[in-house]
């Protein structure tokens, strides 16, 4: 077959097919159904679209998206109509969320039943509208090409996020020629990129003036591949940077200018430093009120600058001074680059007594825990060896709980693009699936899903996924017996009524990983966890479910809570919360 | 404070469901809204109207340039503008009252537009305040029903809300 503009008659089965692979896509993540019939035939007879058959639809939104976040190429998905759509629509709201780009195809029954009730007929287009950043029907199948250019375009440009392509049956089977459409573009959509340069001079004027300045971080600097730049910026500043829960890594959190992530499970130091800080630069982070706490007691004495490629975030929900719209990468590029052209300098003495402060705060160690225990495993000892046997540079996939915030605190991420998890919708599931699609992208790669008892239950169908396609992951399951976050917050703020948080009837998470085909290791004591993990992190070749059971009444401290502000946290130490 | 925007949004199906879906996934207020094909097949023109503090109107103007389906969008609040609206109102008409509403129809400009032995049916267009003082006076008598088409507006001068020619 030759590429691109020769004009054969194809069907819109073997359009949809030729489309993925111009577009460059390397793994489709699926799973069959009627609607869809005719492309899983185009897709039998062709080998360059690797299709990876998961075994629920949401795990192959998952999947898809794992994927994505990893290479910060689009995730595509492909599933059936009804049921096969509105399975996939947890996976595209934790994309939305997080905006990630996704393209999820979803079959339609035929054009002319549409409407009609016919059997496994649901609207697609409508179900998906408040979760994605666009969807399209196809009602002709010489829209197809440009369709599907169309939603790789906006998928992946401006403020990423998840398209839908919903395609009845009836235009697979339709003919007509195959060209690659070469513009995208679309007359309504033009995201902008450069940010304005007079903003840019006014920011760089503000931070050099700061005597505290404080810079916080989101997922809009991976996302934007925008870590080299917000490096250099931060040394240049010498202010101290902090990272949201999705912003993990764009900040080299080993440096000594990482002060942690802020927010609700925040250090003490970064929340403190948000308090106190006269001048905050924002860069891809929408201010969610996991990050903000309390509105009104939010950086009270802050000038805030806020950088985003999306102008909806910008004043949504706290007032700016400087607001830049524009790509991460290029205005803080910009920033740079004004800030080393004005005459005055950041404010060394100013920086000293700063930083002075901050090493006060830091000296409180508020990550510290029961490290001497030698009865029961701590879960947060667990993820300091992990991050200590792979050096920091594994993939973490993580599901959604206590787990994910002992992750997000005890692994240092210093790379973007390796901690991978459901920030904004907080889906639990996710991590397995999530590890499916990162692993298949980085085969060599070591890929651990740290994952708790309750969540790793809502997708370990994908255990057979993980067997067919031979991957390696090594899940790190933190059993408590407990769906640990939700007992966290009923023993502060409902007087310890476990109202239905204890999971009874666990499976033998080892036997269960077994029957799989899969290996699996129970470990209930403190001095057996480096072993496991070395054992497990060694079986280069085999999926390993290592079960460690931990301390059932371990919280994640600090902790601010809800609507409190950042100044109001509370430690391991104080126990109790107000 | 109430604003008046003026959106032109590709006319697919679907386009007018993202915008309404929007202000109720927000929680924004839609006074009114009115839409339909511009002279441009493509198009459709949409007239909105909404309420809210600066702050929020602010979040409905970008999210509704966020919407893909949004070509172009202007608030006309602050402009000066020409809105309109137009009332069909259909009224009970019978004996000594026929001559008094019919005068009352002359002093608002309406027109009857449809007559029986017992009702009247008028129309009237101009801005909300005026089709609002019309309806209050005829509060006294019978009203059967009112159909209001929402209201619509545009700049003054030779400025003009229309999509950039590529």
Known sequence: ?578 | MRHIISILLENEAGALSRVAGLFSARGYNIASLTVAPTEDPTLSRMTLVTSGSEEIVDQIRKQLNKLVDVVKLVDLTDDDRIEREMLLIKVCAEGGERDEIKRLADIFRGRIIDVTDRAYTIELTGDGSKLDAFISVLKSRRILEVVRSGVIGIARGNGACVAETP
């Not at chain 1, 999820?104 to 029954?109: A, C, L």
């Not at chain 1, 404080?214 to 997922?219: D, E, I, L, R, T």
């Not at chain 1, 990050?291 to 007032?319: E, M, W, Y």
Request: glycine share 8%; hydrophobic share 40%.
């Open chain 1, 1 to 578: 077959m030759d590429r691109g503009v020769t004009a054969v008659e194809l069907t819109g089965a073997e359009i949809f097919v030729r489309c993925l692979r111009d577009e460059g896509v390397e793994y489709l993540f699926g799973y069959p159904g009627g609607a869809v019939l005719h492309i899983y035939d185009a897709l039998y007879k062709q080998e360059e679209v690797k299709h990876i058959l998961v075994r629920h639809e949401q795990g192959a939104t998952h999947a898809a998206d794992g994927y994505a976040r990893s290479t910060g190429k689009p995730g595509v998905v492909l599933v059936t109509s009804g049921p096969g759509a509105t399975n996939a629509v947890t996976g595209i709201a934790t994309a939305y969320m997080d905006s990630v780009p996704l393209v999820v195809f979803t079959g339609q029954v035929m054009t002319s039943l549409i409407g009609d009730d016919a059997f496994q007929e649901v609207d697609a287009i409508g179900i998906t509208r408040p979760c994605v950043k666009h969807n399209f029907m196809v009602k002709d199948v010489r829209d197809l090409a440009s369709i599907m250019r169309k939603a790789f375009h906006v998928a992946t440009t401006g403020r990423p996020g998840p398209v839908v392509v919903d395609i009845p049956k009836d235009i697979t089977a339709h003919k007509t020629a195959y060209v690659f459409p070469k513009d995208p573009t679309l007359r309504s959509y033009k995201p902008v990129r450069e940010g304005d340069p007079a903003a840019i001079r006014q920011a760089a004027a503000l931070l050099v003036s700061a005597k505290r300045p404080m810079v916080y971080a989101g997922g809009g600097i991976v996302l934007g591949n925008a870590a080299p730049e917000l490096t250099a910026l931060v040394r240049y500043l010498g202010a101290p940077c902090t990272n949201t829960l999705m912003g993990l890594g764009g900040f080299p959190a080993t440096d000594p200018l990482f002060v942690g992530m802020l927010g609700m499970h925040g250090t003490y130091e970064a929340n403190m430093a948000m308090h106190d800080c006269d001048v905050l630069l924002a860069v891809g982070a929408r201010f969610d009120d996991r990050v903000t706490g309390d509105l009104d007691k939010f950086c009270p004495n802050a000038r805030i600058i806020h950088i985003d490629v999306d102008p909806a975030s910008i004043q949504k929900n706290v007032p700016v001074e400087i607001p830049i719209v524009g790509e991460a990468a290029l205005v803080l590029r910009d920033l740079l680059a004004a800030l080393q052209a004005t005459d005055s300098a950041p404010d060394k003495a100013a920086l000293a007594a700063w930083w002075r402060l901050i090493d006060e705060w830091r000296s409180r160690q508020c990550l510290n825990y029961d490290r001497a225990n030698i009865e029961v495993i701590k879960p947060q000892f667990v993820l300091e060896t992990l991050y200590r046997l792979t050096r920091g540079d594994a993939y973490v996939t993580s599901d959604v709980g206590q787990h994910q915030m002992w992750a997000a605190q005890f692994y240092k991420f210093d790379k973007p693009r390796r901690w991978i998890n459901s920030g904004g919708l907080g889906t639990m599931g996710f991590g397995l699936p999530a590890a499916i699609g990162v692993q298949l992208a980085h085969p060599e790669a070591t890929v651990a899903c740290v994952t708790g008892e309750a969540s790793i239950q809502m997708c370990i169908q994908e255990l057979s996924t993980c067997k067919q396609y031979d991957l390696p992951i090594k899940i790190i399951n933190l059993n408590n017996r407990y769906m640990g976050m939700v007992r966290q917050w009923q023993e502060f703020f409902y007087q310890s009524r476990y109202s239905h948080s204890y999971l009874e009837a666990l499976p033998d998470f080892v036997k269960l990983a077994e029957s799989y085909g899969h290996a699996g290791l129970r470990i209930d004591k403190p001095q057996d966890v480096e072993a496991a993990l070395r054992e497990a992190l060694g079986r280069r070749d085999r999926l390993v479910f290592l079960d460690f059971i931990t301390d059932q009444t371990e919280n994640v401290y600090p902790m601010i809570a809800a609507g409190a502000g950042h100044n109001e946290m509370h430690l391991a130490t104080d126990r109790e919360l107000a």
